[in-house]
Structures are given as C-alpha cells and as structure tokens.
C-alpha cells in the first residue's frame, strides 16, 4: 500500500485499483471508513477508472495523530495523494464527511478536480445534527465502538433494509468496531467546527457535479442534498427513492447505475451540462 506525506508529516495510505490507463477517481469515504467502505462501488468503476481510494487520517492504515482532523486538512491530505501517486488532477467522489471533504476540495484546489460526485452529505451546520455528531463522540468514547454501532445503526439504514443487508453489514460492522475511537473522535470535532465559510464558496465551483441524497435519509436529507445542488452552478441532483444514509451500500446498484450514468454524459461531451433534477429508482 502507497503512502503520501501530509503537510505535518502524517502519512496518508492509499490503494490503487482498476484501470492504469484510466482516467483518475479519487475516493474519499465518511465518518470512521477507510478504502474498503468501498467494497460495493469497486468493481462498478475500475473498469474504467483509475480508482485512487484513500484512508482519511486515522482511519485504516494511515497515521493517527492528536485530533481534531479539520475538514481542510483532510482535503490537503487528498491532494497530497493526488500529488503521491503522480496525478495533476482527478475525478473526485466522496460519500458524507467525504463529501463535505470533496467540496471543500472543489472549494480549495479546484484546479486539482474534473469533476464532482458528493453522496449523502450537507454543506452547513444545523445544531441538531452538531448535538447528535456531539453525543456520538460521547458515545464512542464512554461505551466503545462496537456498542456506538448497535446503538446507532438505525442512523445509517432505511428500518426495511436490515434483513436484506445484514450480509453486507457483516463485512461493513467489523470495519467500524475497529475504528479507533481517538480518531473516530477526532473526525466528528473536524466535521463539527467545519467553516461555514465554505458553504458560501460553492457559487465559484465550475466543475460538473453530481449531487445525491437518499429521501430517507435521516443524517444528511434530501434537503441537504438539495441545498448542496442549488449552490454550485450547473449540478445535477439524483435522489434515491428510499435511500437512507448509506445508500451506496443498501440499493449499491442503483447507486453504481446512476454515477457510472453521470460519467457517460460528462466524458463523452467537454460541454458543462445545464442543471437538471434526476430521481433514480
């Protein structure tokens, strides 16, 4: 596994998979996710990309150093990444925390993005969701990992999908058990005292984009989704019809359908398209 050196010196680990001669995707995942939170997008996308997937810091196999982990720190830590495996620029896609790392990308080196796909995630704060992000740190830290995860799961997934992923559930859950809780609480601090200043910023992406949001998604809403679209010139949002917060994962067909459609029309035409709203089933 590759590493790149952030700009304090943290090494940053990434994987790279699929197509050498293909253009460049950089994968950013959520809150506690490394690379293999990926698992159900990756042979989706390498054939045709050159999937360049990446630990956030202190999760997987890169560095854990004393949080919090800001938002534009872990965007910098991307871009080194970027810089490490050779690449000027890339496709960037970023599920939740991700996605709020993948706009600050946009945000802060635009000129090291083609595009932009930001899954299940929200551009402001609202204080509930601060309160909530706040008692999870509270949470991780009083009982564990693996007691936040049962206590919290319901967050994550639509209440009629538990049965149908459990089987991916027991791939994903070990992932998020092993979480260090120093660093799953170092995120959450990163996320809470984002800058709201980014927000503002979005109006200057130029970039194609591509929003989504799950419509039962009670973390990060349709609404979210839908202020992120109105906000950066052009981009198109795709709502998942009973998609909760991990959609990519509990309707991962529908999701790989509707990005690998985004791709389709962007690369296959130099022309920025208008904005427009798809709902995908």
């Known amino acids: 596994m590759p590493y790149a050196t952030a700009q304090d010196g943290t090494q940053i680990a990434y994987v790279l998979s699929g197509r ?10 959520g809150l506690g996710a490394d690379t293999r939170g990926w698992i159900m997008q990756k042979r989706a996308l390498e054939s045709r990309f050159r999937l360049v997937m990446v630990d956030n810091r202190g999760v997987g196999r890169s560095g854990r150093p004393a949080g919090p982990y800001s938002i ?12 490490d495996a050779g690449y000027g620029s890339a496709h960037v896609m970023g599920a939740s925390m991700g996605g709020i790392i993948s706009q600050a990308i946009g945000v802060l080196h635009q000129d090291r993005v083609r595009s932009l ?3 299940c995630t929200a551009c402001r704060h609202h204080r509930w969701r601060i309160e909530l992000l706040e008692r999870w740190a509270d949470e991780a830290e009083a009982y564990g990992m693996k007691e936040f995860v049962r206590r919290n799961l319901h967050w994550m997934v639509g209440p009629r999908s538990l049965k149908r992923l459990w089987p991916a559930m027991a791939v994903l ?3 998020a058990f092993n979480v260090p809780v120093e660093s799953f609480v170092a ?15 979005l109006v200057n992406v130029d970039r194609p984009t591509l929003v989504m949001s799950g419509s039962q998604d009670v ?6 989704g839908e202020e992120v679209a109105s906000l950066i010139p052009g981009a198109e949002l795709a709502v998942l019809r009973g998609g909760a917060h991990l959609f990519m994962v509990e309707q991962a067909s529908t999701f790989n359908r509707t ?11 130099p ?3 208008p904005s427009r709203v798809l709902v995908a089933v």
């Open 173 to 175: 859950g070990p992932l």
């Open 20 to 29: 050498r001669d293909g253009e460049p995707l950089l994968m950013i995942h």
């Open 72 to 83: 534009e720190t872990m965007a910098a830590d991307a871009v080194a990444v970027l810089d």
């Open 187 to 201: 995120q959450i601090r990163g996320i809470v005292e984002m800058d709201d200043g980014l927000r503002a910023e």
């Open 271 to 273: 022309v920025h398209s």
């Open 219 to 224: 973390l990060t809403t349709q609404g979210d």
């Open 117 to 119: 796909v930001l899954a």
């Open 259 to 269: 990005i690998n459609g985004f791709y389709d029309r962007i690369l296959s035409s």
